[in-house]
């Protein structure tokens, strides 16, 4: 049942809509059929609308007035030049960085209650104009008393109230998908909203940005490819944070970068390396890499560094999906189709009883076409949109967990689609990957590993002796017992072989348990070996023991 709230706000959201002249929307949303002719009989509809905007302005006017989710989602549509007219990814690109600001006073008083003191006291200057305005907070250009340029950043007014009103409407429109179609069941709203609710939450906390901020400077310290702005920790409150002021060309201004001199095509192979060095190696990306948060250092143009803002999005992987990824992608690359097939099965992406062939031959058929193109000529987004077909024919349900890390995919693809589009993605990719997939499975990192977990092994070897000596001891007092009143000599041989067969039987499953322990002990991937080592193991020796008993 739709709460009172929720109807209200789909009212509102449908009275934008045809307000600003977007009546093709209206007609296309079938959830509003029954009350839609209320808007067209009213009044304010027809009296209130733009007037003179083209379509693309009015949509742009449209989201802005929506609010931060509808311009988050605009912002994330605005990359993809390759799936929306000219027109509309020109205007929605004024989402980015855009947006209308609030007042520079309000900014001001908001920034002295979070910090328990007049402004004039915290710097040495604070312009109330803002600097940029997105869809969750501001920015103010300010000085420290030190002289040294910061900005602060400074949360909407009645952001967590408007954000909390659209994740009950995203809740509600969930809960009737998952009741009323068919497709929930392999696209699952609810864990999708709950995974948005997880990630727009964490950036209304600017505390928890600043740790971003922090983390990931610390992962590039010394790094020619990104600098991250140093974050000013006592003045950092979870409605405001104060951080270095970047300078540097915006991303999107490719005319200003090329005018400069700048190696265009080594900024966007950076732009790749920088994209699989966050996921893989430090399992830690920048997950809103729209252009409006993307800054370039040209002070040496034949080596230009990537400067980001913006940390409120951020993401990690689970190991187990990792390591996946990182062999999808380079079966991909290798061309290796089945290989893809057989990893979707083992990572319980698919359902246990698809085939592997018929799954091989439907991968081969979308990613064959794009092998060896330069992005100019290909676009991830159309390969997803067939991909997005195949897993329905397959039921493949949605990984909410790599929600966030194909949308970063598809910016950094629509980023170098804009700078650079005879980029060599794959070769730019393949060496990062390889190079991260030998590390993780070689003998290096099976040291690191037994350092690491080194207390926890240490626990499991302790218990392994007594586990094993438990075992034979029940086998021998079980299955070599001699019965010396009725045994004749060949039966007691016989009992003998019997009785050390299943003594080695129980030793190979102590042995192969052991190693089950020892492979989950060290993380190593793919897990699902060191469990059928541990079941295997466990099987047999129980199997064994159970017949000695019998």
């Not at 700078?419 to 070769?427: N, S, T």
Request: hydrophobic content about 45%.
């Amino acid at each position: 049942m739709i709460s009172l709230s929720v109807a209200r706000r789909l009212i509102g959201i449908q009275r934008v809509l045809v307000r600003h002249g977007l009546d093709e929307y209206v007609r296309a949303t079938h959830l509003y059929r029954p009350i839609r002719f209320l808007f067209y009989l009213s009044p304010w509809t027809w009296f209130m609308r733009s007037q003179g905007a083209n379509r693309a302005e009015k949509l742009r006017l449209a989201l802005e007035e929506l609010g931060p989710i509808f311009i988050k989602f605009g912002q994330a549509l605005s990359t993809r030049r390759d799936l929306l007219p000219r027109d509309i990814a020109d205007e929605l690109a004024k989402l980015q960085d855009r947006v209308p600001p609030f007042s520079g006073a309000a900014a001001r008083v908001q920034v002295e209650r979070a910090l328990g003191r007049p402004v004039g006291e915290l710097f040495a200057s604070f312009d109330e104009n803002p600097l940029a305005a997105a869809s969750i907070a501001q920015v103010h250009a300010a000085t420290l008393a030190d002289g040294r340029e910061v900005v602060v950043k400074v949360l909407r007014p009645g952001m967590r109230e408007a954000i909390g009103r659209d994740l009950e409407v995203l809740y509600a429109l969930a809960r009737l998908a998952k009741r009323y179609w068919t497709e929930s069941s392999r696209l699952r709203p609810l864990e999708v909203v709950s995974e948005y609710e997880k990630t727009i939450t964490d950036e209304l906390d600017l505390l928890r940005e600043a740790g971003n901020a922090s983390q990931l400077r610390r992962n590039f310290a010394g790094s020619p490819l990104l600098h991250v702005p140093e974050v000013h920790w006592d003045l950092c409150r979870r409605d405001v944070m104060v951080m270095e002021r970047i300078r540097g060309v915006p991303i999107s201004d490719v005319e200003r970068l090329r005018e400069l001199g700048t190696d265009i095509k080594k900024l966007s192979e950076n732009g790749v390396t920088i994209f699989f060095t966050q996921v893989f190696r430090h399992n830690f990306f920048h997950a809103d890499m729209h252009p409006g948060n993307i800054f370039v250092d040209v002070a040496d143009p034949a080596n230009p560094k990537y400067a980001a803002v913006d940390f409120g999005i951020v993401a990690s992987l689970e190991e187990r999906d990792q390591y996946y990824l990182a062999a999808n992608f380079l079966a991909f690359f290798d061309r290796d189709w089945r290989r893809i097939a057989e990893l979707h099965l083992e990572s319980g992406w698919i359902p246990p009883n698809a085939r592997v062939g018929e799954l091989t031959s439907a991968v081969r058929t979308v990613c064959e076409p794009i092998f060896n193109k330069p992005l100019g000529e290909i676009s991830f987004g159309i390969v997803l949109l067939r991909l997005f077909e195949v897993a329905r024919r397959f039921e493949m349900p949605v990984q909410p967990q790599l929600i966030l890390l194909q949308k970063t995919l598809l910016n950094i693809e629509g980023l170098g689609r804009q700078l650079y589009p005879e980029l060599d993605l794959f070769k730019t990719a393949r060496p990062i990957l390889r190079d991260w997939m030998a590390e993780r499975i070689g003998p290096e990192a099976f040291a690191k590993g037994l350092k690491d977990h080194w207390p926890d092994l240490a626990e499991a070897l302790k218990m392994a002796p007594v586990v094993l000596q438990r075992a034979v001891r029940r086998a021998y007092e079980d299955d070599f017992r001699v019965r010396t009143e009725s045994a004749s000599v060949e039966a007691l041989r016989e009992e003998l072989r019997d009785g050390q067969a299943r003594r080695n039987a129980v030793l190979a499953g102590g042995a192969s348990f052991l190693g089950g322990v020892l492979w989950l002990a060290l993380s190593t991937a793919p897990a699902w070996v060191g469990w059928t080592l541990l079941g295997a193991g466990g099987a047999l020796m129980l199997s064994r023991l159970a017949g000695g008993r019998a």
